[in-house]
């Protein structure tokens, strides 16, 4: 069964970034059929995607985060890793990692919080 786990600082500056990872175990993230999703929940609001990797290392992103959003993978570490530029106050959220198929998040990591500060 697979299980994911994110970690990264719990406090990020205000114009900084964000970095966060998510070590993946049970399962390869370059298993095909599968990809690998970052999601976050900022406090009283709903769930917001953000971007995925592919289990070929293509990535895509929400346009809402206008290029701030980079996700890449560390195959030999089954990890693979967020980052989010210029972070203000309202970057603050629980932060997720999620494995995704046939666009259907099935599995997902315990989150992480993240506060920003101003």
């Known amino acids: 069964q697979v299980q994911l786990q994110e970690s990264g600082p719990g406090l990020v500056n205000a114009s900084q970034t964000l970095s966060l990872t998510c070590t993946v175990s049970g399962g390869s993230i370059t298993t095909s059929e599968y990809s690998w999703s970052w999601i976050r929940q900022p406090p009283g609001k709903g769930l917001e995607w953000m971007g995925v990797?592919?289990?070929?290392?293509?990535?895509y992103y929400s346009p809402s985060l206008k290029s701030r959003a980079s996700i890449s993978r560390d195959s030999s570490k089954n990890q693979f890793s967020l980052q989010l530029s210029s972070v203000t106050p309202e970057d603050t959220a629980v932060y997720y990692c999620?494995?995704?198929?046939?666009?259907?998040?099935?599995?997902w990591g315990q989150g992480t919080q993240v506060t920003v500060s101003s």
């Open positions: 999620a494995r995704a198929r046939a666009g259907d998040h099935g599995s």
């Open positions: 990797i592919s289990y070929d290392g293509s990535t």
